[in-house]
């Protein structure tokens, strides 16, 4: 019998978690294909189709193979009061999470998430949602039941780069890409999101007849700089990925992978080490600033990351705002700004002593004895933008040596085009964040910018 290998761990006396392998990506044929072929014995796979999730109703299916190999496979259609992603996971994946793990039979977990499901959000919740109301289980996160071992992205090698780069939203023309309500979250959000926390990808390779080289050539040099260490394999036209391929995929993650891991706003940009060099016209490009941005200029500046880029990851120093560092990400011609927590600077000396000692590490290398740990840095993936013009575009936002010398006093009466949430262009609408949340989540600032043809 082939097993997963997991890196579940268990104390003296409670048993180890069960792993737990997230497969996701826009196409869900690709991943019904992948998730089918990681289903041995001892296994047992989840998917709930969130298609009707909208009324109230999500068709959910569990597949089970016994250690005997004997196989059963149960579709339900689960009733939600209030029909959405986020009820979804807390009234029906998390409790079924926790079932299974107490079941002798079942060794390893598939999920097989819809397409709209974006990997990270259903991490977080395995960790962080307490699961209540369960007759003789503790109320607690699945996660202290359940392990994520993997996450297998799956990608389409002829219009995968299409829609990580564009701008149509899942909720266009009335469809709410499964979210339950209008969603205004892009393919191109979904797509480098599935991706950029993937630990393995699975590649569904054009037909030859109908491949493009340079667009494949392309779409490669992305996908090894958004998921640099995950191994990829590519399945052929006609030919679904095997079950032993698929196992092979999995041992093949190196140490030290995501595993299910959520980075913070404060953590390394660059922690996997991504090809810093061009291929195809495809780069990474770094900006960094010892100095604030000037918040109009900002605001102004930051279509320069909606043309020609993939995503934008990174943290930013507001003059007028001291205490904050926000966060940036773009994805295609999608942008948000956020509140990413406060800076070191703007702690106690008590208040550091509770925060990560690798980012007091890196902090401490570069702290000035007048602001502290602030700074800007982004990471940007760009494809076909210029990445002088980018770093350019960026550096002349910052503030000028006559700004500096005026000092924090009249830093704090710039307009701030980022005080209220609104999108581009500039009218008040109300935003809802759907992703997980990030290392902090009491932002009261949230801008969403989708660029214009």
């Given at each position: 019998?082939?097993?997963?290998?997991?890196?579940a761990t268990s104390g003296d006396l409670m048993p180890p978690r069960t792993p737990v392998v997230l497969v996701t990506g826009l196409?869900?044929?690709?991943?019904?294909?992948?998730?089918?072929?990681?289903?041995?014995?001892?296994?047992?796979?989840?998917?709930?189709?969130?298609?009707?999730?909208?009324?109230?109703?999500?068709?959910?299916?569990?597949?089970?193979?016994?250690?005997?190999?004997?196989?059963?496979?149960?579709?339900?259609?689960?009733?939600?009061?209030?029909?959405?992603?986020?009820?979804?996971?807390?009234?029906?994946?998390?409790?079924?999470?926790?079932?299974?793990?107490?079941?002798?039979?079942?060794?390893?977990?598939?999920?097989?998430?819809?397409?709209?499901?974006?990997?990270?959000?259903?991490?977080?919740?395995?960790?962080?949602?307490?699961?209540?109301?369960?007759?003789?289980?503790?109320?607690?996160?699945?996660?202290?039941?359940?392990?994520?071992?993997?996450?297998?992205?799956?990608?389409?090698?002829?219009?995968?780069?299409?829609?990580?780069?564009?701008?149509?939203?899942?909720?266009?023309?009335?469809?709410?890409?499964?979210?339950?309500?209008?969603?205004?979250?892009?393919?191109?959000?979904?797509?480098?999101?599935?991706?950029?926390?993937?630990?393995?990808?699975?590649?569904?390779?054009?037909?030859?007849?109908?491949?493009?080289?340079?667009?494949?050539?392309?779409?490669?040099?992305?996908?090894?700089?958004?998921?640099?260490?995950?191994?990829?394999?590519?399945?052929?036209?006609?030919?679904?990925?095997?079950?032993?391929?698929?196992?092979?995929?999995?041992?093949?993650?190196?140490?030290?992978?995501?595993?299910?891991?959520?980075?913070?706003?404060?953590?390394?940009?660059?922690?996997?080490?991504?090809?810093?060099?061009?291929?195809?016209?495809?780069?990474?490009?770094?900006?960094?600033?010892?100095?604030?941005?000037?918040?109009?200029?900002?605001?102004?500046?930051?279509?320069?990351?909606?043309?020609?880029?993939?995503?934008?990851?990174?943290?930013?120093?507001?003059?007028?705002?001291?205490?904050?560092?926000?966060?940036?990400?773009?994805?295609?011609?999608?942008?948000?700004?956020?509140?990413?927590?406060?800076?070191?600077?703007?702690?106690?000396?008590?208040?550091?002593?509770?925060?990560?000692?690798?980012?007091?590490?890196?902090?401490?290398?570069?702290?000035?004895?007048?602001?502290?740990?602030?700074?800007?840095?982004?990471?940007?993936?760009?494809?076909?933008?210029?990445?002088?013009?980018?770093?350019?575009?960026?550096?002349?936002?910052?503030?000028?040596?006559?700004?500096?010398?005026?000092?924090?006093?009249?830093?704090?009466?710039?307009?701030?085009?980022?005080?209220?949430?609104?999108?581009?262009?500039?009218?008040?609408?109300?935003?809802?964040?759907?992703?997980?949340?990030?290392?902090?989540?009491?932002?009261?600032?949230?801008?969403?910018?989708?660029?214009?043809?």
């Amino acid at each position: 019998m082939v097993e997963f290998e997991s890196t579940a761990t268990s104390g003296d006396l409670m048993p180890p978690r069960t792993p737990v392998v997230l497969v996701t990506g826009l196409d869900p044929e690709a991943v019904a294909r992948t998730a089918d072929a990681l289903v041995v014995a001892g296994t047992t796979l989840v998917h709930h189709d969130l298609d009707a999730v909208g009324s109230g109703r999500v068709v959910r299916t569990v597949r089970a193979v016994d250690l005997d190999g004997s196989e059963i496979t149960q579709v339900t259609e689960v009733n939600l009061a209030h029909g959405c992603v986020s009820c979804t996971l807390r009234l029906d994946l998390l409790p079924l999470l926790r079932r299974l793990h107490r079941r002798s039979s079942v060794e390893n977990i598939v999920i097989q998430l819809d397409s709209a499901l974006e990997p990270e959000a259903v991490a977080w919740a395995i960790d962080e949602v307490v699961v209540t109301d369960m007759p003789g289980f503790i109320d607690a996160p699945a996660g202290g039941d359940v392990v994520i071992d993997a996450t297998i992205a799956c990608v389409s090698e002829s219009d995968w780069l299409d829609a990580a780069t564009g701008d149509e939203t899942l909720g266009g023309d009335g469809d709410d890409g499964g979210s339950g309500e209008d969603d205004d979250r892009t393919l191109a959000q979904v797509a480098v999101a599935q991706v950029g926390f993937a630990d393995a990808l699975v590649v569904a390779a054009a037909d030859p007849a109908m491949r493009d080289q340079w667009t494949s050539a392309r779409t490669m040099a992305v996908l090894r700089r958004l998921a640099p260490r995950a191994p990829m394999v590519m399945e052929l036209p006609q030919r679904p990925i095997r079950p032993l391929i698929a196992v092979q995929l999995l041992r093949a993650i190196p140490e030290g992978a995501r595993r299910g891991r959520i980075d913070g706003p404060h953590d390394p940009l660059l922690r996997d080490r991504p090809p810093l060099e061009e291929e195809c016209g495809v780069r990474v490009v770094e900006f960094t600033a010892e100095r604030p941005f000037h918040p109009q200029r900002l605001h102004a500046a930051l279509d320069v990351l909606l043309d020609g880029v993939v995503c934008t990851r990174g943290r930013m120093w507001l003059a007028n705002r001291p205490d904050d560092a926000f966060w940036v990400e773009s994805a295609g011609e999608g942008l948000r700004v956020a509140i990413g927590g406060p800076w070191l600077a703007a702690m106690s000396a008590q208040e550091r002593e509770f925060e990560d000692p690798e980012r007091r590490a890196m902090a401490a290398l570069r702290w000035d004895a007048e602001h502290g740990d602030r700074h800007s840095a982004l990471v940007i993936l760009a494809h076909r933008a210029d990445p002088d013009t980018i770093t350019g575009t960026l550096s002349e936002a910052v503030l000028t040596d006559a700004e500096m010398a005026d000092g924090q006093a009249l830093w704090m009466a710039y307009p701030d085009p980022f005080g209220v949430a609104h999108s581009d262009p500039c009218d008040d609408l109300e935003q809802t964040d759907r992703r997980a949340p990030a290392a902090d989540s009491t932002t009261d600032t949230d801008t969403d910018r989708k660029g214009q043809q």
